[in-house]
């Protein structure tokens, strides 16, 4: 298989805590890994690491050969990061979000098709018009889903990406991510939804006070 992202010995220490100890591991090709674990375990602190949110306090990330810091420009059109709370401008509606996360990662090609199909997956063509301070935290984290998928990507890193989301919309993720994962796409997200992990996940990170205990 091909590795698309490959992390070594990263950690993360707050003042004397000690969030993530060193970690190693490596995200397929064409593969779901799901990591799991109790709230305060350092799944989120693992993903900020991981996608250039926060600084590690020791070593790299790479996508497809690129270092996140060295060239973040290269490893920024190749992975994304939905969090488990999205975050928008004030000054956009959800319309203008799509267009401008696709314009900026020169994704405009049949755009108008692309993003209404998108939209109206999602539930939110009829309120593409307003803006998201308006949503619920519900088709918020629709919108940050939309986001993401609107652009190419080879890494994808989702928090939670359920926490928020009824029956219909877990269903539409798990589909959308079983469309990816054919495609080549390497995905990790964190869960604590059995029905995420027995449906999608092909690998296993089960991270526990800041140490990953099994893969």
Same mark, same amino acid.
């Given at each position: 298989?091909?590795?698309?992202l490959?992390?070594?010995?990263?950690?993360?220490?707050?003042?004397?805590f000690?969030a993530?100890?060193p970690?190693?591991f490596?995200?397929?090709a064409?593969?779901?890994t799901?990591l799991?674990?109790?709230n305060?375990?350092?799944?989120?602190?693992?993903?900020?690491?991981l996608s250039?949110?926060?600084?590690?306090?020791s070593?790299?990330?790479?996508?497809d050969?690129?270092?996140l810091y060295?060239?973040?420009?290269?490893?920024?059109?190749?992975?994304v990061?939905?969090?488990?709370?999205?975050?928008?401008?004030?000054?956009?509606?959800a319309?203008e979000?799509l267009?401008?996360?696709?314009?900026?990662?020169?994704?405009?090609?049949?755009?108008?098709q692309?993003?209404?199909?998108?939209?109206?997956? !999602?539930? !939110?063509?009829?309120?593409?018009?307003?803006?998201?301070?308006?949503?619920?935290?519900?088709?918020?984290l629709k919108l940050?889903l939309?986001?993401?998928?609107?652009?190419?990507?080879?890494?994808?890193?989702?928090d939670?990406?359920?926490?928020? !989301?009824?029956?219909e919309?877990?269903? !539409?993720l798990?589909?959308e991510?079983?469309?990816?994962r054919e495609?080549?796409?390497a995905i990790l997200?964190?869960?604590?939804?059995?029905?995420?992990?027995?449906?999608?996940?092909?690998?296993?990170?089960v991270?526990?006070?800041g140490?990953?205990e099994?893969?």
């Open positions: 298989m091909t590795l698309r490959v992390v070594t010995e990263l950690s993360k220490n707050f003042d004397s000690l993530l100890a970690a190693s490596g995200l397929n064409g593969e779901i799901i799991s674990g109790p305060g375990s350092g799944k989120t602190t693992l993903l900020s690491c250039g949110l926060i600084r590690p306090s070593g790299t990330v790479s996508v050969g690129f270092d060295r060239d973040e420009v290269e490893v920024r059109r190749r992975m990061f939905v969090p488990d709370v999205p975050r928008f401008y004030l000054e956009l509606t319309w979000h267009r401008f996360i696709a314009m900026a990662n020169n994704a405009l090609q049949g755009f108008d692309r993003g209404e199909i998108l939209l109206r997956k !999602l539930g !939110l063509w009829e309120v593409r018009d307003l803006f998201p301070h308006h949503f619920s935290r519900g088709m918020r940050g939309a986001l993401a998928l609107i652009r190419p990507f080879e890494v994808l890193l989702l939670e990406p359920t926490s928020a !989301l009824d029956i919309g877990v269903g !539409l798990i589909s991510l079983r469309n990816y495609q080549g796409a997200l964190s869960t604590h939804d059995p029905n995420l992990i027995d449906q999608l996940g092909d690998r296993n990170l991270i526990h006070n140490v990953i099994a893969e």
